[in-house]
């Protein structure tokens, strides 16, 4: 087997792999396994695509001239590969010179993207021992501005230059992810974010990958379903009155008052993403490799195995409402 580039077509994600030329394996999660489905209910069913309009399709994506909302990330995903590589990738969408070694192989690296990604502790050298003991804070009387701060000098000295540290990372889907700091912690992006940004409510491409039902096949954290639920008040305005879960709050004569009876909002499940939730990078943001200021000593309490990778939010958030 050859080096090769495993590619998301028309929406899906990109991936080194080693198969016969290029490999399509990461492209099922969101395709179908046979190309048959449409990335997202949105995307072109690329079985029915001819190999020509495939390969016109990932060389728009590589110089900017095609694609919808996941454009920007399949421009940054595609930028590296040659005109040999895309034919490549289009000849075995298309099943040419296919052998049935190459499909068990496509099989094997289906199920390889569906595996659980190596998951890395951020902190790790935050709470190193050794770092801790040598800084000893918790022992000092007194500990310096210029110790404790991120200036890492006097408040009175504005010849302060940012943090020097090593912002790029890997693509999505190349980069393992890493654990929550405590018990339902926002997971930190691992990955890069170029060509994502800005989130907006109508260009939204994180949820190309982390919809739950695209997740599993690409390997990404699926949102989870309190992102799928609307837990605040219905609010509208009738008669020139606020009313809040069928009671007045009143705004007449510039007077908002509050409603001291309504102890809980109805909660309501949602089929798609609750538009409260759309702006991803305010609770997530990406991470780079920074050496912080102090050590860590911050331990989270029943931070196991299963919650370093998993949420149960949704139970904490109905905790007592039934």
């Given amino acids: 087997?050859?080096?090769?580039?495993?590619?998301?077509?028309?929406?899906?994600?990109?991936?080194?792999?080693?198969?016969?030329?290029a490999s399509t394996a990461a492209c099922a999660g969101c395709h179908g396994a046979s190309f048959e489905k449409k990335a997202m209910g949105k995307s072109k069913v690329v079985k029915?695509?001819?190999?020509?309009?495939?390969?016109?399709?990932?060389?728009?994506?590589?110089d900017g001239s095609y694609g919808g909302p996941a454009k920007g990330m399949m421009k940054m995903q595609v930028a590296a590969l040659s005109d040999a590589d895309i034919d490549a990738i289009a000849a075995s969408i298309k099943g040419d010179g296919a052998k049935a070694s190459d499909k068990l192989a496509v099989k094997e690296e289906?199920?390889?993207?569906q595996?659980?990604?190596?998951?890395l502790d951020i902190n790790a050298k935050v709470a190193d021992k050794a770092r801790l003991d040598k800084e000893d804070l918790g022992n000092k009387k007194v500990v310096d501005e210029t110790v404790l701060g991120l200036r890492k000098t006097s408040l009175f000295n504005e010849e302060v230059k940012p943090v020097d540290g090593k912002f790029d990372r890997a693509a999505p889907g190349a980069a393992p992810k890493f654990e929550r700091a405590y018990v339902n912690a926002p997971p930190m992006i691992p990955h890069s974010v170029e060509g994502l940004l800005p989130i907006t409510q109508k260009n939204n491409q994180c949820l190309g990958c982390h919809m739950p039902e695209a997740a599993k096949g690409v390997g990404a954290t699926p949102i989870p379903p309190s992102h799928f639920t609307n837990y605040r008040p219905t609010t509208t305005l009738k008669d020139g009155e606020l009313v809040k879960e069928?009671?007045?709050?009143?705004i007449q004569k510039g007077d908002m008052g509050n409603v001291g009876d309504i102890k809980l909002a109805k909660v309501k499940k949602l089929d798609h993403l609750y538009q409260g939730r759309?702006?991803?990078s305010q609770c997530h943001a990406p991470q780079a490799d920074v050496k912080t200021a102090v050590g860590n000593t911050f331990k989270s309490d029943g931070l196991t195995d299963e919650f370093k990778t998993h949420s149960n939010l949704i139970d904490m958030m109905n905790d007592g409402v039934k």
Avoid at 10 to 17: E, F, P, V
Avoid at 115 to 119: E, G, L
């Fill in 110 to 113: 289906v199920e390889a993207t």
């Fill in 278 to 280: 759309f702006n991803c």
């Fill in 48 to 62: 029915d695509m001819s190999k020509e309009d495939i390969v016109k399709a990932l060389k728009g994506y590589k």
């Fill in 1 to 21: 087997m050859t080096k090769v580039i495993k590619v998301m077509a028309l929406g899906s994600l990109l991936a080194a792999s080693a198969l016969y030329g």
């Fill in 115 to 119: 595996a659980v990604a190596k998951v």
């Fill in 246 to 250: 069928g009671k007045k709050v009143g």
